[in-house]
């Protein structure tokens, strides 16, 4: 059983169709004792990082995500808020990760919305993913490159695309709206 955790993000009936899709059993919850229990967690997230903080901290899931010893995938918001600080709402976040989350500078369109590929190490969830493939992202905050960082993707500058620490993993881009490739990562990570 893979749990998502719901936190007043966006984006979590997508997740959970790509996982039926992929016959995988899910359930939504923001139940710390079902979290902590499942097979996998996922942490999703479209939205904005101070009011998911907020949700996050009045349900203890704070606590809990820092207790997970399953592998979790935080995705897009989710990666943002496993680092230490974001810019957005100035908002202290889980401190998974160490390394800040910024606005880029408007340099060129903002949000980085659509497809792009990235650089990455090929094992782990990422196994079998060449540096050609494409994902689709869609994001205005970017994690700065850390020692945690094990795919990085370029626009405006390099940034975190893909995250690593311990049972913690993370995704800048969204695998669920990320066609075949999107898919590998899915079932790179079920397959932990």
């Known amino acids: 059983m893979i749990a998502i ?7 979590i009936t997508s997740v959970q169709n790509a ?5 995988e059993e899910s359930i939504v919850t923001d139940d710390p004792s079902i979290i902590l229990k499942a097979d996998k967690v996922i942490f999703p997230g479209v939205g904005e990082a101070s009011s998911a903080m907020r949700y996050l901290k ?4 704070d606590k809990t ?3 997970i010893t399953q592998p979790m995938l935080g995705i897009c918001l ?7 600080k974001t810019e957005e ?34 094992d782990g969830i990422m196994n079998g993913i060449q540096s050609r493939d494409d994902f689709y992202f ?14 990085i993707c370029d ?17 800048q881009f969204h695998p669920e709206k990320s066609a075949d490739t999107g898919t590998i990562i899915l079932k790179n990570f079920i397959n932990l």
Request: proline content about 4%; glycine content about 6%.
């Open 89 to 122: 709402g100035d908002t202290e976040c889980l401190g998974i990760f160490d390394t800040a989350v910024k606005l880029f500078p408007p340099i060129h369109k903002v949000p980085h919305m659509g497809w792009n590929n990235l650089n990455t190490t090929d």
């Open 65 to 67: 995500i820092l207790k």
């Open 138 to 151: 869609v994001h205005s905050y970017y994690a700065e490159l850390c020692e945690d960082t094990i795919g």
């Open 19 to 23: 996982l039926n899709r992929l016959q």
């Open 78 to 84: 989710g990666l943002q808020l496993m680092c230490n």
């Open 58 to 61: 009045e349900r203890d899931l």
């Open 5 to 11: 955790i719901k936190y007043n993000a966006g984006n």
């Open 155 to 171: 626009y405006i500058q390099p940034f975190s695309a893909v995250m690593q620490k311990d049972n913690y993993f993370a995704t």
